[in-house]
Nanobody, 126 residues
Framework: QVQLVESGGGLVQPGGSLRLSCAAS????????MGWFRQAPGKEREFVAA????????NYADSVKGRFTISRDNAKNTVYLQMNSLKPDDTAVYYC???????????????????WGQGTQVTVSS
């Protein structure tokens, strides 16, 4: 069992930055791939970024490549999402998730994730 708690969301102006954190409980955090997803009102939950269980591999949605960076600190049981050059289209509830699916990369499909946090709101607006 893994429990996930996101933090760091808020209101930011276009072009600004935010760093989201996701703290995980449990001693097996380092055995899970971790992902970030987001869901805007009226839209489906979509993949943002993922990082492999050791942090060796990352993958990103095309819409955030070059602007967002995912990282993890297994000693602190925490995964991060650094978001730069934010746009109004980035407005959404952001969720972190944990997956024990085999493979080198964190999976981009939300159906591959076993555990989810409660989400944190990110609003990009002037």
């Amino acid at each position: 069992q893994v429990q996930l708690v996101e933090s760091g969301g808020g209101l930011v102006q276009p072009g600004g930055s935010l760093r989201l954190s996701c703290a995980a409980s449990g001693r097996t955090f380092s055995s899970y791939h971790m992902g970030w997803f987001r869901q805007a009102p009226g839209k489906e939950r979509e993949f943002v970024a993922a990082i492999s269980w050791k942090g060796a591999y990352t993958n990103y949605a095309d819409s955030v490549k070059g602007r967002f960076t995912i990282s993890r600190d297994n000693a602190k049981n925490t995964v991060y999402l650094q978001m730069n050059s934010l746009k109004p289209d980035d407005t959404a509830v952001y969720y972190c998730a944990a997956s024990n699916r085999p493979g080198d990369y964190g999976p981009p499909s939300r159906y591959a994730y076993n555990y989810w946090g409660q989400g944190t709101q990110v609003t990009v607006s002037s």
